[in-house]
């Protein structure tokens, strides 16, 4: 059950708000996403504090039929999230396209993921325009940025290429682009993860200013992707 759940909507500012449940993700509070927007335009989030048993803010695009609608022009900053499956997600639901996303000033802490964007070949949609900056993080317990276009709840070990063999028969059109960091912390398994498709690769990723500490040194991974730049070093 989403706490703060918003469809097909213009408009819309969630400032100062405080939400808190159980943080266990396969135990007390699943499925409670914090701030679940699908399909919205024109959003403000600042100031919010969230502990959650899933995603702390999650924006989707979906649509009915064959109508697609897009979330665009999306402001989340000086938030702090406490618990969670991801500080911010987008995803997985991304048909509708997700345009123009602006993250920045984020402490996060204590989450399973900091920032994740994650579909598969059934959900994908056109990704676009995802800004973030300034975020701090401290005791992430995976990677600190995940982008996974494979994505399925069950199997989410991609360092060891735990890639279900279904998902690589679905068509998928899907492009990230435009996406800048700066970043510093701890987590704990790795600094990013990058997983693409052979047919629609992770693409043109500019990472800069990243300067995250790795606790078991698992490593970074970089699968299926295309002009990743991190730190001004081409990958």
Do not use: W
Not at 1 to 9: E, L
Not at 125 to 139: D, P
């Amino acid at each position: 059950m989403n706490n703060i759940h918003i469809c097909d909507t213009t408009g819309i500012s969630i400032q100062r708000v405080k939400i808190f449940n159980p943080p266990d993700f396969h135990g007390k509070g699943p499925n409670t996403d914090g701030i679940n927007l699908i399909s919205c335009r024109y959003v403000h989030i600042a100031g919010c504090t969230i502990g959650t048993g899933d995603d702390c803010i999650a924006l989707n695009a979906g649509g009915i039929g064959s109508k697609r609608i897009a979330t665009t022009n999306v402001l989340i900053e000086d938030c702090h999230m406490t618990a969670g499956h991801a500080a911010v997600s987008v995803g997985s639901v991304t048909s509708g396209g997700l345009h123009n996303i602006t993250v920045r000033n984020l402490m996060v802490e204590n989450t399973v993921r900091g920032l994740f964007i994650k579909t598969n070949r059934e959900r994908g949609g056109l990704i676009e325009n995802i800004n973030y900056s300034n975020i701090i993080m401290l005791n992430v317990k995976g990677e600190g940025i995940a982008i996974s276009t494979v994505y399925d709840s069950k199997h989410q070990d991609y360092h060891n290429k735990n890639i279900p063999e279904e998902l690589s028969r679905i068509p998928l059109h899907l492009y990230v682009t435009s996406l800048t960091m700066v970043l510093v912390g701890v987590v704990e398994t790795s600094q990013y993860l990058l997983v693409g498709v052979p047919e629609s690769p992770v693409r043109n990723i500019n990472i800069s200013n990243l300067n995250v500490r790795s606790l078991k040194h698992k490593g970074n991974y970089l699968y299926h992707t295309d002009n990743i730049v991190i730190n001004g070093r081409q990958q």
